[in-house]
């Protein structure tokens, strides 16, 4: 082998000396050096680092592979990702690698590929694969590594190298040839050593890739740079190899061994192959590797080596004997038809590529195998060898297609095969066959055998007594048909010959329907090949002449008759109809040479019309007339009698193929009758006539329908003939003798004679129809009107008797003949210049009918029949009354809307079939009533006619019921369209419908159903256009459309948001003089059941307001009037919240308006008139109103009262209550504001202005004159609204409740200032608590002031009170004075003090004492003004001014000091006592007070004067200590205490200084004991000061004056007094001696009991004065009432 190979290559025979030196000679050997290619880079010591250069900025694959060496030099990260990514990178780039860089790739990579330990088999996979990618650029330095590993001396080479070795042959094969010898001889001396499975199986793939890349280059030697190799040298260096293989490792029992040795195998035998001397052992050891498939788990590999075997023999040319073709065959075929054997999708192609390599190179004896296996009794072998047969066939096209007729004859043998799945593999064949070139006829018998197996199918599946499994296979091998003709390619050579015209005859039967699509388009595509070939094609072949004759090709009348009918449903079988015209349009010559250029017109005519009309759409009645006419239009073209009566046998013929009742049937018959009015030949046409009315089962609904088409077809050219034979026919029948009652009673049971009466009344109305213009007028009352007449009041008679039907069909008939009739005149033109005499006649036929229908169910058309006939009978003449023709459309509604929903006969379980009927036959009906609406709106083209008939239909418009809504908006849209279309022709400039239509429709945009919305939504479209034609700019119609789409989206927000929308756009164009027809419209929609329905009607209700208000100024009243009557019964939230929403908007645009229409109210208001006011106050424009009503206000007030008539008393009574109303409706504004800042920016206006009315109704009375009797009644019950000022107290409660802190109005209702103000007599003081509170939340302003300061001049005395009370109260407030809100007031108040009115005296005085904490630097300024007022005060007779002015007094006194007071002094001290016994204990409080303040403020000068003064006064002051009045004893006690520093008496005065703690009785007790050790004189004059007062005081202090007494005789004793005069000093003993001994109840009887006997002594007493005294205490106390019940005891 060696010799062989340094004889072959020269440096083969280099290599076994290197071999054998050691490794130092080997790298300096010039075989590895020559050309630079041998040499292996050297690395450097440092590990190539120094020799790196400095990397560039855009670092270079050489920068990245260094990077990467440094890397796992460093064993830095996971090497093997290291390794990839540098695998990554050489990939990426062909440049070439410095030395340096390379060695050290290739170290690295070497070093872990062979490392046995430390490195995981991920990382030497990786290392390995690094090799393989340096190799790409590197390859010599790469194979040099691995050979120098390879040859390691005594020792098995690592797997990884053999591993990479073999990579490296399956990369890079021809370049790895020059080491071929090498190899495989290192490989070979090594075999011996190779002891473990793995080392065994990477040894077998360097012999399997090393294998193949031998047949690599011996295929594509010339692509070698080497010089060229023989066969024998390869094949000598594998032959030992394959020899130890074979000898040694075919035993090998693992699973991965064995797919190694496989492959090795396969290769080697596939090489050995190039050398006929090894052909022997190859096929000796194919048995073997055929075996495999029973030995290995993985098949898959035997097949590939398999085809490799194959491919080798191929590319060899070698052929295969018949017994190894046989072997390969049969285990090829098995493995494909093994079911138990589950091979994936590639392994299946790979087998089949393993039949189609021996059919390469074996074909005769490939294919006679594959027929031998087709009668096989293996379905599955059947299936196999059928599919086999299809993959040949593409290989014998790409061949020239000469083994075609073989193959063709193979399959031929199992056509009639029952399996289905053979089936199906035939039909893939056949597909597959005719994609190819088809020379010969002799495919034939596989196209009829598509069409047989198609027709099978169809039957099977027409049969329906299949499984689900076995429909869906007929169904799969119906599709697999229609895909083999759908894909047959005409223009592959042959295919004309083989088809044409054999395809036309599976045009005409019925069982070939469903292939008709892909059919028509082949016979379409040979008919267009033909005419444009010519007789290019030259003679035919003797057995196209032959099948062609053997051919059942059909007539052209049969022809035209089968295609007529598939194309009357054009869209059914996947658009046959379509491809029976297009086969028409191509085969015209086929039919008749004379219809060709019609056709060429016609047919794309035709065509066109279904262009873009799917099923649905289609108005078969429409496109059925198109095809009779273009029927028509053919046969006047053909002109030929004969040919005529021949379609016309020809349809006759075809109708037994179609099922009765089935579309095209019914199509032939109208064919037919479109045939006979063609055809000249009028016996001929008599004959088929007869016999149609003659052969007719009448009981048959099909054929009585058939007659009548024929019948009245005919009549369209022979209409006399028709009509006369009908009644011949009916006559005939009424003549018939009857054989007996029961014989009658009989068919009339049966249906035949009604069946037959049906029949003769619809071929009337049919003739009628189709009968000529001309001729129909003369005959159509007097015999079409009266034979139908005749026939069905025949039909209603049993034995002579006239009975009331319950045959629906016949009443349907009746209807539909009357409907056709009155059809035909009106086409005729006898709508307008015949009258039809028994037109009422027939309407109250109809209308009974109609009313006869049950309510609760739609069993039957006969509504929708009847409406349509009345619809159609009301267009002639003569016309009915407006009257009566509201009648008819009444009675009409009432028998349809009633009728229940389509969707309760599903919810009540109807089976769904029934349930889309009944839908079905709802939806017609109301069809049919708006085609009646709309020829009724035809009697009476005016907009009142329209008006009464929306009125008619507004009662079901407000059902509560959706579906009666429903069609009620249905009935309208078609109305309003209809008067839209007409619109022009009624010749009126306006319509006054328009907004009264909008309020009531708007509503329903958002109804329940879908439907509704959409009609809703088309009928404001209709009144939009309408509004439009009267407008000279038109309207938006444009617009609505789209809005009207989107009402029917199921989200309730999308819908709201299309009615805003549609109410922005429709509500700007309805007219202000409709305006208040539209609100009241809509009110009346918010009412609706549907809280979406009345939701829309406000939102467009407000947004009408919204758009149009502006307009409105003269409207306001009425609208708010309108609203405010519907506002009672509208209680729910959303409603009240719409009907505010809409004043208020109303309001921004005249708020003027709205408020004195609101202000027009009586009082009390109520609820309504409450909200109306509130909703105006929730406004942005609170602050405008509130001003607005303030005017009125202020106006109102001002006003004068008139004269004295009974209707001035009348205008001053209202006048008197609109303050009041203003008033309230203040409140109720203010009342909704959530936050105080607009009501406190107006608090300066509102303050004067609700003041103001306090005080104008402060006394009064409700002036109950102007108010209704429910209104007194409510008034009265209602304290809030019968007080006219605490209504406006109410109204200023809620102003600051709004504006102020809660704690103000606490403090306010804690301080009782509500009520003071309230009461006239204490109103001054509740306006002074009022100020002082307003004064601390400072609201009080400038602005305030000054409108206040000007009432102080009022005429009225309450504004003048309560200016001054007001301004008393502001002098207390420094703040006030700081603002300068002070400067008049001063000044006003001294005027004031002269106020003929007391309690404005009285309030001036309070405000002088005020002005020393307010103002008191003006004080002193007007000290002697202030103080001449406040003396003159004293003197008034008014003891609440009195009282007022000492306390001013007092304050002022204390502010100015007795200095500043002047001269004054004195007789203000004297003027003080004079009030310490008087009878009001204000006046004693106050003068105590004054006293005081004196005492204190007494200066050095006045000191003296004093003292002497409080010499005659302190025996009051002692006395007053035990004052009756709480608040004088302690004012008095005050001021004894500030008096006592100017006593004379010593020890009073150092009592009183030491009992600061003690009460006023106890000092008095303490002065008096004190008093006892004084001088006789001093206690003397406290007991003159006590008679006195005992008798001339009033009751309160005489009791005073006994205590006072009581208490001297305890401490001083009476013997120091005459006789006389211990009198009274006994009674106040004993009465001080019982109020000694009280300790409780017992005690105060005591008391009382002792005061008592005290009093009556004294009543005897000897001065007559204290006697009337005593008499006068003992009355007016009560003692002695109480003591004589209490002397019993």
Known sequence: MLVNCQRSHPVRGRVKGLLQRPPEAIASSSLFTCGGCWSRPRVAEDGGRAAESVPAAVPTSADLVTSLCNRLQDEEGDRAETYRELERVLQAEDGRLQSAVLGRAIAAASRDMRAAQGVTEDVRTAASDVLVALARSHFDSVMYELQCHLRALGEISEDFVFVTLGKLASSYALRCVPFVGMTLFAVLTMLSQVGSSRTLRAVCGVLEQWSKAVNTYLRDWEKCPFPRMGQAQFCSNVHPLFCHVVGSWLGCEEEEVKQAVLGAMAAMMGLLLHEEEHWEQVWAQLPWLLGQYQQVQDTFRVTKGLSYFLETLGEAKILIPKDKLQAIGTAVHSQLSDESKQHSGDHRSELTYCVLLLARVCAEDTVAFLHSQLGSGSEAAR??????????????????????????????????????????????????????????????????????????????????????????????????????????????????????????????????????????????????????????????????????ERAKLPTPQALLARLLVLAAAPHAGGGCGVAALRLLQALP???????????????????????????????????????????????????????????????????????????????????????????????????????????????????????????????????????????????????????????????????????THMALMLAYSRIALCAPREQLLARVESDIVRGILQHYRASCQVLGFTISTKDVQLKLTLVQSVAEVSRAMQGAGGSHCVELSSKRELLGILLGLVKEEPRDCLASPLRREAFLALGHLSKLKPSLSREENRDLLDQCLQSAMPLPAPEQAEEEGAAAADALRVQCLHAQTMGALGELVTALLEEDLTSGWCAEMLHVLEYWLTSAKEWERERALQACAQLLGAYEERFERTGEKS??????????????????????????????????????????????????????????????????????????????????????????????GMLSVRSACAQAAGEWLVTFLEKCGGQLSTKVPEILSIIYIRMPTMQQDTLRRVLLEAVSVLALYHPGAVIDSLLQKQLPMDSGTVELWRVLGRKFFVQQLLRALMEKLERSGNDQPRSSSAEAEADDGQAALEPLKITRAIGEVVSTQQTPEAVQRLLPELLPVLLKQISATLGKEMPFSQVSTRGKLFLKGHTSDDNPCRLSLETLEVVLRTSLE????????????????????????????????????????????????????????????????????????????????????????????????????????????????????????????????????????????????LLALAKVVDELRGKAVGSAFKDIARATRAFFDAEQASLRSAAFTLYGVLAAAATRRWRPFFARELGSTWASLVLHLRDPDAGAATACQGALRLCAPLLELRRVRQGIAVGTRLSAAELQDAVCSLLAQESREHQQRLYVAARRCFLEGCVELQAAALDVAGVLVEHAGTEWLPGPEATLLAAGRRRAGGRGAAGGPAGSRGADAGAVAALRALRGDGDARVQQAAARLLRDSGLEGAAGAAEPQ
């Not at 759409?617 to 009566?645: H, N, P, V, Y």
């Not at 032939?668 to 006979?676: H, T």
């Not at 099909?702 to 009548?708: A, D, L, V």
């Open 991 to 1084: 319509f006054e419908l328009f907004g009264s239509m909008v309020g009531l429709l708007a509503p329903f945009v958002c109804d329940s159903p879908a439907a509704s919305r959409q009609r809703a939504g088309a009928c404001l479209g209709h009144l939009l256009c309408i509004r439009g034609k009267t407008l000279d700019s038109g309207a938006e119609e444009d617009e609505v459309q789209p809005l009207c789409q989107r009402l029917s989206a199921p989200d309730a927000e999308a819908q709201l948001q299309a009615s805003s929308r549609l109410a922005k756009i429709i509500c700007k164009y309805i007219p202000e003089a409709q305006a208040t027809d539209f609100i009241s419209a809509a009110l009346d």
């Open 1302 to 1445: 809660e704690k103000w109005l606490r403090l306010l209702r804690k301080q009782g200032a509500w009520a003071a103000l309230e009461d006239p007599r204490a109103h001054h003081d509740g306006v002074c608590l009022l100020t002082g509170v307003l004064l601390r939340a400072g609201t009080v302003s400038l602005p305030v002031v000054l409108v206040l300061t000007q009432w102080l001049e009022a005429p009225s005395s309450n504004l003048r009170v309560m200016a001054a009370a007001f301004f008393a109260e502001l002098m207390k407030d420094p703040a006030a004075q700081a603002r300068r809100c002070l400067q008049p007031v001063l000044g006003a108040l001294v005027e004031k003090a002269r106020d003929p009115s007391s309690t404005v005296r009285q309030m001036a005085a309070r405000g002088l004492g005020n002005a020393v904490s307010g103002a008191p630097e003006k004080l002193r300024k007007r000290k002697g003004a202030v103080l001449a007022a406040l003396r003159r005060g004293l003197e008034d007779a008014s003891a609440e001014v009195v009282a007022e002015s």
């Open 589 to 755: 010559g086929a039919i008749h040479g004379t219809v060709g250029m019609v056709w060429a017109v016609k047919i794309p005519f035709l065509l066109q019309y279904l262009e873009g009309k799917s099923e649905s759409c289609l108005d078969s009645a429409e496109w059925e007339r198109l095809l009779l006419k273009f029927l028509r239009s053919s046969l006047e073209t053909i002109e030929s009698q004969a040919w005529t009566m021949g379609l016309s046998f020809e349809l006759s013929q075809q109708k037994g193929s179609y099922p009765r009742l089935s579309r095209e049937q019914a199509f032939l018959y109208k064919a037919i009758g479109v045939s006979l009015a063609v055809c000249p030949h009028v016996p001929y046409v008599r004959v088929e006539v007869k016999k149609y009315l003659l052969r007719t089962n009448y009981l048959e609904a099909s054929e009585r329908e058939g007659m009548i088409c024929v019948v009245g077809g005919s009549a369209e050219s022979h209409f006399h003939l028709a009509l006369d034979l009908v009644q011949e026919f009916g006559s005939s029948m009424e003549e018939r003798p009857v054989s007996g009652v029961f014989k009658r009673l009989k068919e009339y049971h049966q249906g035949k004679r009604a069946g």
């Open 383 to 548: 299936v196999v060898s059928l599919e086999l047969l299809r993959a040949l066939v593409r290989s014998a096209a790409a061949e020239g297609g000469q083994r075609l007729p073989l193959l063709v004859q193979a399959v031929r043998s199992v056509l009639r095969d029952p399996s289905r799945k053979v089936a199906r593999a035939v039909l893939r064949f056949t597909k597959e066959l005719l994609s190819c070139s088809v020379q010969s006829c002799s495919a034939w018998d596989l196209v009829a055998h598509v069409f047989a197996t198609f027709s099978q199918a169809s039957g099977r599946l027409a049969q329906g007594n299949l499984s689900r499994a076995e429909a869906q296979e007929a169904t799969d091998l119906q599709a697999l048909c229609l895909d083999i003709l759908g894909s047959v390619d005409v223009s592959v050579r042959g295919m004309t010959k083989l088809l044409w015209p054999r395809l036309l005859q599976y045009v005409v039967p019925a069982q070939y329907t469903g292939t008709l699509v892909p059919l028509s388009q082949c016979l379409r595509e040979l008919a267009e090949r033909r005419e444009r070939a010519g007789d290019e094609e030259g003679e035919e072949e003797a057995d196209v002449v032959a099948s062609r």
